[in-house]
């Protein structure tokens, strides 16, 4: 049967090692649980010639078209957008692109000020200590002062050179009197803390090579393991346990050989990111709690979110150097990021500016098309005109929570272990379509005051689910939320959720650097009324 | 390792030219150097497209004609000449010959240097942001 852990933590990445690192270091006795491995930093192809066409496949986002037998695959049948992850140690802070936004203020108050969605259980004062905290603990580059903002603590790092696209992209904004200012990133421009200074190779969305950017498996897991916290790899959750009392008192896991495990402990913490965690939840509870633990809302798996993502690609005669990393931004705009419903729509998105990548691009995904639209003198003429010569301005549309847009357990599909795999019922709202219409049209405005020779749209990328949220939503009212303000479950109250589930709203901004300062305050809300808490024996 | 029989290979290389033909000062697939053994490389590493690949390179008919056999192959199996067009031009772009003539030189290091960082401030470019003043909405306000 094994030891009762004091904390049991589902899922190693960015939340799970969060978490790990700051109760262990507090005295608290850990297990983590991660079904994936250990990657380490010489198997990732940044610095090798194939990184393209790796990309494509065993490096992936989506973890349907890696298949490997680590992630679980996932049913999108039924879904505009491709949820996108990573199953390993660091979870998919090895595969992110590492821009290291914060909310806007307006962020935890849209009922009040847009009339949508719902409030947040508390304000940015509230997380501000904590996104401060973060940044130190990842290492982030950034420059203060940027106006879309409240004054905040710098980061701890300069920032990274914003290169030549973003100076042409700031040019262009500069002419039209728009917002612009260099991103933030957790990527260090100097070394830092036993990482390496960021070399620029573009490759962040493939894995760094270079041990440069803040993935959890170089910043978190390192001081968690040193102070005691255990890390089991290749351990599938398949169900959190319930004792008598109604409390969490454990989970079962499979092994690699297939052998069944529980791990019991005093308080469980399901950090499986917003699709993983209720695909768990809506596996758990059993006859007591049925259509799932934590569910007396029935809002488990609901509400998800996932930032569409619509962009803009402007060719430029002079040479850009545009494979140059980072390969996420070099400058983001919050110019059109509040609501002015004159628009048509309410809330807005963020902007970023970023680089095109390498000669390779897309290739396969030209079949069908008449052959000498892609391919014969094309094909050069084409590779010519965007390598090298073209950026991106990137849109991360702020989706709204609606009940319908839902993670599901699939009928059919299982994981290698059989354990049934989610499934994504998710649509684009109008709200959404109108918003990113609104912004492509900005964007195109943007791109020739840059001086773009041609530009090109993406209305929708169907691979763009790459942040995942909403489908355990935090609030005061235990009818309308599943958690409360510290990611405690309303109905359990030793099962915690510290992961992009609780989001109540999206933002416009990419969420990790929110999904990292929430498990912070949890965790230290924790450590802090250790002795008033329930646990289970 | 010859991940191709000849006569499938064949078939790659004459539809290769057809896809990637000398043009706009870059060479043709098969001008672009070893690319038999690039394409083993790449099978090695995408084990995965061989299926695919032999398939389609089997319905290429026993003398006909590569630029023909192309536009075939688009109608009937696009698919197919999907993974061939991706077979291909992976190995091409992975030439360090085609790769010189582009100027790339792979996701190479290049590490910024202290005079790279805050230019926009050296030249001004940032100042007109600085000078309009905060845009963020505080919510106690409205
Ligand atoms: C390509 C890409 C680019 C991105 N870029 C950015 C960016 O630039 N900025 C940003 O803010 N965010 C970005 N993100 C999102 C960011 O990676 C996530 O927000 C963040 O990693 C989420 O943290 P998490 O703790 O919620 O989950 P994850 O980091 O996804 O970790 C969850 C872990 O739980 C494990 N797990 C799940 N189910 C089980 C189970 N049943 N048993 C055991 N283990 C389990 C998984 O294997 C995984 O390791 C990007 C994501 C991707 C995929
Ligand atoms: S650009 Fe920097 S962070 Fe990204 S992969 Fe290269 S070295 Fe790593």
Redesign the pocket.
Known sequence: MGEIAEVLI?????????AAKHLAEAGVGVVC????REVSSDEFYGDKPEWELMSQRLWH?NPNVRGLA???PIDTSESDVNP??????????????????RFMPSDFRVRSLDGVADDWPFTYQDLEPFYDHMDVEMGVSGLAGDPAYPPMTPPPLPPLPIGRIGRLAAKGMNELGWHWWPAP??IPSRAYRGRSQCARRGT??QGCPEQAKAS?DLTHWPDAIAHGAQLITG????EITVNAQGLASG?I?IDRDGVEHHQRAEKVIV???????P??LL?SGGDRFAGGLANSSGLVGRNLMMHPYAATVGYFDEPLDSWLGPA??AIHSMQFYETDKSRGFVRGAKWNAMPTGGPLGMRSAYGGAPLEEAWGENLHRATQKRFGHSFEWGIIAEDLPDPENRVVLDDSLT?TDG?PSPKIIYRNSDNTEKLIAFHLDRQREAMEAAGAKSISTTTLMRDC?????GTCRMGNDPETSVLDQWGTSHDVPNLHV????TFVTSSG????????AI?LRSVMHMIETRADQRVAS | MNALSDTRRAALNAIGDVLIPAALGMPRFTDAGDVDAMVDHVLALRPELTGSLNQALDRVGAGEAAAAAAERLNREDPDGLATIGLVASSAYYMMPEVRQIMGYRGQEQRPATVDEEHDYMRDNLLQPVIDRGPIYRDPDSG
């Open positions: 589902i899922g190693a990445g960015a939340s799970g090692a969060v649980l991660e079904q994936g986002p680590t992630d679980y996108l992850m990573f199953a390993g140690v660091g979870g998919s802070t090895l595969i992110y692109a590492a821009h290291w936004q990133q957790a962040c969305m959890t351990a599938r959750v398949r989970a896991w950090c499986a990111n917003g699709v993983g965690t695909r768990l596996l996420g931004q994981d354990i689910g790459w942040h995942l949220m510290l992961d992009g589930s901004f990419n969420p990790t650097a929110t999904i990292c498990a």
